[in-house]
């Protein structure tokens, strides 16, 4: 790799989640979503520091926050080949259902599901494509029946 370039199996774009309790969440996303662990890191007394894991083609890097550190949850969205499925692993793995799977106006199968610190995965799995411009059309009809 030269210097200044993106380092293989990174996007333009890393989650970096910085969290009370990462070890946790590390092991949530294994489970939960088939992670792979690439690698750990350690603070000197054996504690959790870093970890990156790999889920389907992105890396997400999480890191044990410092106490005096105000956590910051987020939101995710995870294309997935089947929402259901990744869902149902993600309830089972301690995560808390936000949005049960449901075909949405866009053309995705979504769901969510909070994980164990606090942040959305939005789910999401493919059903038919469809233009913006009948998005458009869907998402008008759609928020008029919500109100």
Not at 65 to 92: F, G, M
Not at 104 to 126: L, T
Request: proline share 7%; with cysteine.
């Amino acid at each position: 790799m030269k210097p200044g370039s993106i380092p293989e199996r990174y996007h333009s774009i890393t989650p970096y989640l910085k969290l009370p309790n990462a070890g946790r969440l590390a092991e949530f996303l294994k489970q939960a979503f088939g992670g792979i662990e690439l690698g750990r890191l350690l603070k000197p007394d054996g504690s959790f520091l870093h970890v990156e894991v790999l889920i389907g083609d992105s890396v997400v890097m999480v890191h044990e926050a410092p106490p005096h550190w105000t956590p910051k949850p987020c939101t995710l969205y995870l294309r997935v080949e089947d929402a259901d499925v990744s869902y149902q692993r993600a309830i089972a793995a301690g995560g808390i259902s936000v949005a049960e799977p449901l075909n949405m106006y866009f053309g995705e199968r979504v769901a969510c599901v909070q994980d164990v610190s606090g942040n959305d995965w939005w789910i999401a799995s493919p059903v038919e494509m469809v233009s913006l411009e009948e998005i458009q059309k869907r998402a008008a009809a759609f928020l008029k029946a919500r109100g």
